[in-house]
């Protein structure tokens, strides 16, 4: 019998409105410089990236594959410049690693891979594969009663995949309360609104009836970030949802709740009013 | 042989508790006895191949050897983009297995039949593909599959050549096994239809005919000594597998060997060139497509026969 995780209390180690605000800043000088990558999606997650690597996670910059870590799955890989500039500030590697963001011979993708970037725990970039791999890292810790817990970051657009609700299947089934999802809701896909395509709701109430215990917060606020990571499980015997309402390209008002901002790459005044904007950030 | 896989495995999981067996709800009755032994150690996680994909990858990494298994295309084609993003990248310590390789399933039609696996999986980096010809073959491999990290695929036929280790022999999966000797053919053969060779080098020898028989039990990585061997020692080589002959064993012996600069006497790859196969059995659709012993043995003939310098082709 699979047995409910124990909480552990964990020091904040970082200001995570800082960090977020640092993510961001990151995020759009690496977008801008090469060229490319999903800054609109990045913007939308730099919160919970922000709350996750402030302290949410139990992790070791210095011993990136310590056993004990938490893992962190981010399923919506095309977030991955907000990821590396997560690990980068939190001390996995030099920020200076940034600056190749999206280069020629770069280890630093567009899409988030974990080779030679420490801290990365698992490459993804097609939607629909970190919710499973998740799962088969939580269930590892579970049957060999390890305490870490195990997140996935995911797209509101990934749930059109069939395999996202195959490993939420899976997950209730084998009560993987040491299992979180997180879902980057910010109701905007590819083309269009998430509403217009494949509509989600009632988003929470599906979630809840495949088994998850599922909570919807403000997923810039942190401190309902922060509670809700320090709840986990929200139920034991069950994996936890966290439904975080996002906006996307949050944090520049020009790119905020628009599709363009998903593809586009700010050059120019557009570099330069974005970054006005985000350094007056609190 | 998937007999033989699961009695190899329930032997080597009984000390080696990282071993864990994934099924996507399949395998009745043949994985009863390993599920009652070892629960902690099995796995059902339903009919969702991607899921279970990206699970056993998730296992892989924490230590755990992972084997998936399903029949026919199920745990390769229909979840081809996890075993290449989620287990090769990763270089995860995932098996997988498929029981009814070629057209085992031959009379449940077109959607059981695995005639192009071999093709796609093989050209997936860090991949080692398995494909053996014999039940101890299928014995030795699963062995070594669980010595050697890293991404596997174990493709299982429901025929199988007659058990013929030499006395002593090793198995190498590295190295093709030569099952018989002679230097006027060679017939290179993967997968359960070594049995169609075998019987073809016994009726060619009442010909007069002596036939080199190797067993690629493993595509990849291609034996390509043993193949520049019998390029070389003998007249020409056939290829024969139970699947389309475009990017299977036939094209990685000519891949090779071109590149390599060996160029046999002849070539011939006898496989599947019709698009989808018909409805039958599996010694139906043999004879029906040109792959039975019969049909192994007129391809030798005619092509002693017109010259050992002809080339042929196909299309």
Not at chain 1, 10 to 39: C, F, N, Q, V
Not at chain 2, 31 to 41: C, G, I
Not at chain 2, 118 to 129: E, G, K, S, V, Y
Request: charged share 20%.
């Amino acid at each position: 019998m699979i047995q409910p995780h124990k909480e552990c209390p964990r020091p904040i180690l970082l200001d995570s409105r800082e960090l977020a605000k640092r993510i961001r800043i990151h995020s759009l000088g690496m977008t801008s410089r090469g060229g490319g990558a999903h800054i609109g999606a990045i913007f939308s997650c730099a919160d919970i990236l922000a709350v996750l690597y402030a302290g949410g996670l139990n992790v070791r910059p210095g011993d990136p594959k310590w056993p004990g870590r938490d893992r962190f799955v981010l399923s919506k890989g095309h977030a991955g410049g907000g990821l590396y500039a997560a690990l980068a500030e939190r001390g996995f590697f030099p920020l200076e690693k940034l600056h190749t963001h999206y280069m020629d011979g770069s280890d630093l993708c567009g899409h988030v891979s974990h080779h030679n970037v420490p801290g990365v725990e698992f490459s993804t970039g097609a939607l629909g594969h970190g919710l499973s791999v998740a799962c088969g890292l939580a269930y590892a810790a579970k049957s060999a009663g390890a305490p870490h817990r195990i997140f996935a970051l995911i797209s509101d657009g990934e749930c059109n995949e069939g395999s996202t609700w195959e490993a939420i299947a899976f997950a209730a089934q084998h009560h993987l309360d040491n299992l979180v999802g997180i879902v980057d809701y910010n109701k905007l896909q590819g083309l269009a609104p998430v509403s217009e395509v494949i509509e989600l709701e009632p988003f929470a109430e599906k979630w809840a009836s495949f088994g998850w215990c599922a909570r919807e917060v403000n997923g810039h606020d942190h401190a309902s970030l922060r509670q809700a990571v320090q709840a986990i499980p929200f139920t034991h015997g069950k994996p936890s949802c966290v439904l975080a309402h996002t906006i996307k390209g949050k944090g520049v008002s020009f790119m905020e709740n628009t599709v363009l901002w998903h593809y586009r790459v700010a050059r120019g005044s557009e570099y330069d009013s974005a970054l006005l904007e985000l350094e007056q950030t609190a | 042989m998937r007999d033989a896989f699961v009695q190899a495995l329930t032997a080597l999981a009984g000390t080696d508790l990282r071993i864990i067996l994934l099924t996507a709800d399949l395998g009745f009755g043949v994985l009863t006895d390993f599920a009652t032994r070892f629960p902690r150690q099995f796995l059902n996680v339903g009919v969702a191949e991607q899921n279970m994909t990206g699970v056993a990858a998730g296992l892989a990494l924490e230590g755990r050897i992972v084997f998936t298994y399903s029949i026919a295309n199920f745990p390769t084609l229909r979840c081809l983009e996890q075993i290449r993003n989620d287990v090769c990248y990763h270089h995860a310590n995932v098996k997988i297995v498929s029981v009814g390789g070629g057209m085992s399933y031959g009379a449940l039609g077109m959607s059981h039949h695995a005639t192009e696996d071999i093709a796609i999986l093989r050209t997936l980096p860090n991949m080692t593909l398995v494909s053996p010809g014999d039940r101890w073959e299928v014995r030795e491999a699963t062995k070594v599959l669980v010595q050697r990290p890293g991404p596997a695929y174990l493709r299982l036929d429901k025929s199988a050549a007659p058990d013929a280790p030499r006395a002593g022999e090793c198995f190498d999966l590295d190295k093709a096994r030569k099952i018989r000797e002679g230097h006027d053919i060679t017939l290179a053969a993967t997968g359960g239809i070594l049995g169609e060779a075998v019987e073809a080098e016994r009726m060619l020898r009442t010909k007069g005919i002596a036939c080199r028989v190797l067993s690629i039990h493993t595509v990849k990585p291609l034996d390509v000594d043993s193949l520049a061997s019998a390029a070389r020692e003998t007249g020409g080589i056939i290829s024969i597998e139970e699947h389309t002959v475009e990017g299977g064993l036939g094209s990685a012996i000519a891949e090779t060997l071109l590149e390599r600069g060996v160029i046999p006497g002849f070539f011939r790859r006898l496989g599947l060139r019709s698009g989808f196969a018909g409805v039958g059995s599996q010694e139906y659709l043999r004879k029906r497509y040109g792959l039975d012993s019969l049909a192994i043995v007129d391809a030798a003939v005619s092509l002693l026969r017109s010259g050992r310098r002809e080339v042929a082709v196909v299309a």
